[in-house]
């Protein structure tokens, strides 16, 4: 099975700061990784497909990169809406493992 | 709009059994895998299961395999979850999600499963 392992697990930053998480697979998976922010009491939202495709609607202060086992997810100027969970997923037919999650907090 | 609505959570017993439903609106729902993702109380995202367009093929994480069982009906535009044999650390809210294509694109809000006794 492929595990997923983010880092760091939690992030404290201000607003305006370029925030970097990482996610690394523990064999290939090309580029077939998604990224989703969550935050409390709320379902899981799309932000990046195959690695670095931003879905429809996202801000483009966010952005996605890598391949292969190393992808980061970018925030270029965190805002205050930005406070949340972020989970890598990497994803296939048949199997969809998630990442443990960073929460990225006010400094 | 797309809508995924889950319902059947609740309270049930170690060993009992829950049926899941998500009812889906707002897209051609014959169209997309689909999927289940839970969500232990306070823990990260866990994928659960995913099912083909046709109901064909069918994919579950190692810890459910032989206790659930994910179904559809497209004609009823509905995804199901079976669960049986359930156990303490089953406790989580599911969400059900189409997969479009692949990767969760849209989300339910949730339903809560506990599992004690």
């Known amino acids: 099975d492929i595990q997923m392992t983010q880092s760091p697990s939690t992030l404290s930053a201000s607003v305006g700061d370029r925030v970097t998480i990482t996610c690394r697979a523990s064999?290939?998976?090309?580029?077939?990784l998604a990224w989703y922010q969550q935050k409390p009491g709320k379902a899981p939202k799309l932000l990046i497909y195959?690695?670095?495709s931003l879905e429809s609607g996202v801000p483009s202060r966010f952005s996605g990169s890598g391949s292969g086992t190393e992808f980061t997810l970018t925030i270029s100027s965190l805002q205050p809406d930005d406070f949340a969970t972020y989970y890598c997923?990497?994803?296939?037919?048949?199997?969809?493992?998630f990442g443990q999650g960073t929460k990225v907090e006010i400094k | 709009e797309v809508q995924l609505v889950e319902s059947g959570g609740g309270l049930v017993q170690p060993g009992g059994s829950l049926r899941l439903s998500c009812a889906a609106s707002?897209?051609?729902?014959?169209?997309?895998?689909m999927s289940w993702v839970r969500q232990a109380p306070g823990k990260g995202l866990e994928w659960v299961a995913n099912?083909?367009?046709?109901?064909?093929?069918?994919y579950y994480v190692d810890s459910v395999k032989g206790r659930f069982t994910i179904s559809r009906d497209n004609a009823k535009n509905s995804l199901y979850l079976q669960m049986n044999s359930l156990r303490a650390e089953d406790t989580a809210v599911y969400y059900c999600?189409?997969?479009?294509?692949?990767?969760?694109?849209?989300w339910g809000q949730g339903t809560l499963v506990t599992v004690s006794s």
């Open positions: 195959k690695a670095s």
């Open positions: 999600a189409r997969l479009g294509p692949m990767i969760a694109d849209y």
């Open positions: 099912i083909k367009q046709d109901g064909s093929e069918k």
């Open positions: 707002g897209f051609t729902f014959s169209s997309y895998w």
């Open positions: 064999q290939s998976i090309s580029n077939w």
């Open positions: 997923q990497q994803y296939n037919s048949y199997s969809g493992t």
